[in-house]
């Protein structure tokens, strides 16, 4: 499957932003869907991640309340909705999928980058202060 991320973008601090990842050339229904980002000078970090059918969802603790997970199997596309943004959120965004059930796995598991195979390209997100 190939997946492109889209949506990305300059906004000032508590403002909003939906991230978009549009995946092609395989059956989208069939994969978990994950969010990470990385920040310059970090390493990659889970964001969030949803089983199949959307029914399962995981979040890191820092996004819990503000960013939301959310899948539309016949668009073929998994979206990242974030409010409340802060600079702390400043990051390249990347959506990622497994054909594994990974969301049902340890919270270790879900939230580790080698879980999933395959990934997009990284759109950018700045939040301004």
């Known amino acids: 499957v190939q997946l492109q991320a889209f949506g990305g973008g300059l906004v000032q601090a508590g403002g909003s932003l939906r991230l978009s990842c549009a995946a092609s050339?395989?059956?989208?229904?069939?994969?978990?869907m994950a969010w990470f980002r990385q920040a310059p000078g970090r390493e990659r970090e889970f964001v969030a991640a949803?089983?199949?059918?959307?029914?399962?969802?995981y979040n890191r603790d820092s996004v819990k309340g503000r960013f939301t997970i959310s899948r539309d199997n016949a668009k073929n596309t998994v979206y990242l909705q974030m409010n409340s943004l802060t600079s702390e959120d400043t990051a390249v965004y990347y959506c990622a999928a497994t054909l594994h059930d990974v969301v049902r796995a340890p919270r270790t598991v879900v939230a580790a980058a080698g879980s999933y195979d395959y990934w997009g390209q990284g759109t950018q997100v700045t939040v301004s202060s």
């Open positions: 050339g395989g059956s989208f229904s069939s994969y978990a």
């Open positions: 949803i089983n199949w059918s959307g029914g399962s969802i």
